[in-house]
């Protein structure tokens, strides 16, 4: 792991943190630049200290849910960010139905705790996307 590594995956979880404020309802975020590179700062050191330690201790759970339970974790991550950062807060919301043309999505309404595990998986993909993008 480089400096360079850790600078790039700061701005990826602060960027995805900046579009996902402006998509989701249920994700907050109380400030400006700097809590988005704190967010950032903040998941990046627990995605490198914490969660292999979470990974290998909870290997077996992981393993019976064929992989399922890596979406749990990382909602736990996502609700240690928001006690690490009090800026950053996630709400149940609540996404307005879509249409176009003959296609249509119904309102769909998350409690609390899908509100976590729902904005965790966007971050996840988001990240995920731009560390493809930008790959050497």
Do not use: D
Not at 9 to 23: E, P
Not at 89 to 111: C, D, E, G, I, K
Request: with cysteine.
């Amino acid at each position: 792991i480089t400096m360079k590594s850790i600078i790039r995956s700061i701005l990826f979880y602060s960027f995805s943190l900046f579009l996902l404020s402006l998509w989701l309802p249920g994700l907050s975020i109380n400030g400006g630049v700097q809590t988005y590179l704190i967010g950032g700062a903040a998941l990046t050191g627990i995605n490198l200290i914490i969660k292999p330690i979470i990974h290998i201790v909870s290997l077996p759970v992981t393993i019976l849910t064929l992989g399922l339970f890596s979406f749990i974790i990382n909602a736990g991550i996502l609700f240690l960010l928001t006690k690490v950062v009090p800026q950053i807060s996630v709400q149940a919301f609540t996404l307005p139905s879509y249409s176009y043309q003959s296609f249509s999505t119904p309102a769909v309404s998350f409690s609390l705790p899908l509100s976590f595990l729902f904005i965790a998986f966007m971050l996840s993909c988001l990240v995920i996307t731009l560390q493809w993008i930008t790959k050497e």
